[in-house]
Nanobody
Framework: QVQLVESGGGLVQAGGSLSVSCAAS????????MGWFRQAPGKEREFVSR????????YYADSVKGRFTISRDNAKNTVFLRMSSLKPEDTAVYYC????????????????????WGQGTQVTVSS
């Protein structure tokens, strides 16, 4: 099992930028893909972004494409999410998660394709 700890959330004005990070325990971080999800009050958890184990392949939800950037530093066991041009509707708790070993082009947006989860970090965008 991998332990994941998110950090970097906070309050930002609309149009601003914020970065969140996720530190993973263990020595096999570089062997698995990672994802970011978010959950707003009263809503289901939704996919935000995914990055392959090497960092070569990145995927984004349509709602954040062009505004958010996912990256990772395998030497530091850390995955990042840089958020720009933030909107009030981006307000949510952001979670990082470890992806299952197999990749499904049809299912990678599903939370069921991820195993270990962090505790989440709150991002609030004021209008």
């Amino acid at each position: 099992q991998v332990q994941l700890v998110e950090s970097g959330g906070g309050l930002v004005q609309a149009g601003g930028s914020l970065s969140v990070s996720c530190a993973a325990s263990g020595r096999t971080f570089s062997s698995y893909a990672m994802g970011w999800f978010r959950q707003a009050p009263g809503k289901e958890r939704e996919f935000v972004s995914r990055i392959s184990s090497s960092g070569a392949n990145k995927y984004y939800a349509d709602s954040v494409k062009g505004r958010f950037t996912i990256s990772r530093d395998n030497a530091k066991n850390t995955v990042f999410l840089r958020m720009s041009s933030l909107k009030p509707e981006d307000t949510a708790v952001y979670y990082c998660a470890r992806a299952r070993e197999s990749f499904s082009a049809k299912a990678y947006r599903s939370a069921a394709e991820y195993t270990d989860w962090g505790q989440g970090t709150q991002v609030t965008v004021s209008s």
